[in-house]
């Protein structure tokens, strides 16, 4: 099976680069990555595009820039970033495996409450590239500004460096 991505998530980054360096940086990237455009929010796309898009602002302009990427994204989702505004982290993230695969044909996700304040993320299959891994270390941390908490995540496993799955400890207050 082909892993595929929705079209709304390239598009995500690709708005983000277009606000940290305007058209010229999404023309530079859109020509260095092959992405077709335009990008149909609800159509699927071969994940690879996702990935050179991630390769591409990691390789252009520093790796540190997609945790912004991943905070940017979550925090322009429409209407759905204003609804989660008015709910907890737990029940944000209960309905996260299943965003997930409504954006991705692959891999998996699910979450384990540790206690009233933590959270444990397991990617299985999923992150193919480790500035996936840091993309969605932002997507969560931008989930937490968006729920009016402050926090730290950290990623305490990872498939692309020998474990069986990559995991992130969401740890707020």
Not at 152 to 171: F, P, R
Request: glycine share 10%.
């Amino acid at each position: 099976m082909q892993e595929k991505i929705r079209g709304s998530a390239l598009k995500g980054y690709l708005d983000f680069i277009k606000k940290k360096w305007g058209q010229r940086g999404v023309d530079a990237c859109v020509k260095a990555t092959g992405v077709p455009m335009p990008i149909k929010e609800g159509d699927f796309y071969d994940d690879k595009y996702h990935l050179d898009i991630m390769s591409w602002i990691s390789s252009e302009k520093g790796m540190e820039y997609l945790e912004d990427a991943g905070k940017f994204i979550i925090h322009n989702l429409g209407l759905l970033s204003y609804l989660v505004r008015f709910t907890s982290p737990h029940i944000l993230l209960a309905r996260f495996p299943k965003s997930y695969k409504h954006a991705y044909n692959f891999g998996s996700v699910e979450t384990i409450k540790t206690s009233e304040t933590t959270c444990t993320i397991r990617f299985h299959d999923a992150l193919r590239a480790q500035e996936a891994v840091h993309g969605w270390k932002g997507m969560f941390l931008g989930g937490m500004e968006i729920c009016k908490v402050t926090g730290t995540v950290g990623i305490t496993k990872n498939s692309l460096e020998g474990d069986e799955y990559t995991e992130y400890k969401l740890v707020w207050e």
